[in-house]
């Protein structure tokens, strides 16, 4: 039997079980406050055995410790079982990077095949929810990106070369997840953009690499972003929401794109070091591609409205990443 902690006194059992994997990460730990605060979902939180809980205790129904350092499809088919669980979302990845997207894959993949084997173990009404990357939806061509996937064999931008491992690792992740909603799997994918803001848990990887691309040195075996990356961003308590959405809609086969601002790395770390009152003199952008994020469907499809700008919510994300100490500008 998997091992559990219960706080019974402080989620209404009568709502409905969500199984949320990777929850005491960046993500998760915002989505598990998020969901304590409906009326309608538990958070069910399956965890590794060496996990740190304490930041997501106050928003869990149970923590389910798996009883291996990977999670494995026994351990997800025993939750929903065992809680008649309805919904699960996967946020649960492998880090560090390793060396090859193949690596990086085989480590990867293991929640997410655990998750969808499980689901489809118990019960084809079990609905999936996956996590991707924007980054796996821009193709050379550029221009206007929705929530469609790109074709196979599609071919990337240039600068994307940058972040190879990412991309490919989420495209292979993404091949898995259409295979098995082909094959009548119940399965959606969420594909969060660059994502900043405040979690209960740890930081993200812009926590660093923005302030890395403002010093414009290597940090951590990391160089900075190039000047003319364009993407797009969402706060983590919008991004929140959004699977929330998804997971009330239940759709089989969703593609959902949460990218609330389109910004180059070079906007958004020009805000950053506003908020930090540091120096910074932005590079000149100019976005070759005319990539665009448009996630108007999502928007209309799950009835969202996104509550966060970055110009006014950047400097509550820099004390945070005071706070975690992860804060490195002081000498710029």
């Not at 399956?46 to 798996?66: M, T």
């Not at 600068?159 to 490919?168: D, S």
């Not at 009548?184 to 690499?209: C, E, K, L, M, Q």
Request: aromatic share 10%; charged share 25%; hydrophobic share 40%.
């Amino acid at each position: 039997m998997l091992e559990t902690k219960e706080f019974p006194d402080e989620i209404d059992s009568s709502v409905k079980n969500i199984l949320l994997m990777g929850a005491t990460g960046y993500i998760g730990g915002a989505l598990c406050r998020k969901l304590s605060q409906t009326q309608d979902f538990a958070v069910l939180a399956l965890v590794r055995p060496r996990s740190d809980i304490e930041a997501i205790k106050p928003f869990c129904k149970e923590i389910i410790y798996s009883k291996e350092e990977q999670f494995s499809q026994e351990d997800v088919e025993e939750v929903i079982r065992k809680h008649d669980v309805k919904t699960v979302i996967n946020l649960a990845w492998h880090m560090p990077p390793e060396s090859t997207k193949e690596a990086q894959f085989e480590k990867d993949r293991i929640a997410l095949e655990a998750a969808l084997n499980a689901a489809s173990a118990v019960s084809p009404d079990i609905h999936v929810i996956a996590t991707s990357g924007n980054f796996s939806l821009v193709t050379a061509d550029g221009g206007r990106i929705t929530e469609t996937p790109p074709h196979t064999g599609s071919r990337k931008l240039e600068y994307l070369a940058w972040i190879e491992l990412l991309v490919n690792v989420n495209l292979m992740k993404d091949e898995l997840i259409e295979e098995y909603i082909s094959k009548g799997g119940n399965a959606s994918i969420v594909y969060p953009s660059s994502v900043y803001g405040s979690s209960p848990t740890r930081g993200s990887i812009w926590d660093f690499a923005i302030q890395q691309f403002i010093t414009g040195k290597p940090h951590e075996g990391y160089q900075p972003f190039p000047p003319d990356f364009i993407t797009a961003w969402i706060h983590v308590e919008d991004l929140a929401d959004c699977y929330i959405a998804a997971a009330r809609k239940g759709s089989k086969g969703g593609h959902y794109l949460a990218a609330a601002e389109n910004l180059s790395i070079s906007q958004m770390a020009t805000l950053f070091a506003q908020a930090a009152q540091v120096k910074f003199q932005a590079p000149i952008f100019e976005n070759k591609n005319n990539v665009v994020f448009d996630d108007s469907y999502t928007r209309e499809v799950l009835q969202l409205q996104w509550k966060y700008k970055a110009a006014d919510d950047v400097k509550a994300w820099v004390e945070r990443i005071k706070e975690l100490g992860t804060y490195f500008l002081e000498n710029v």
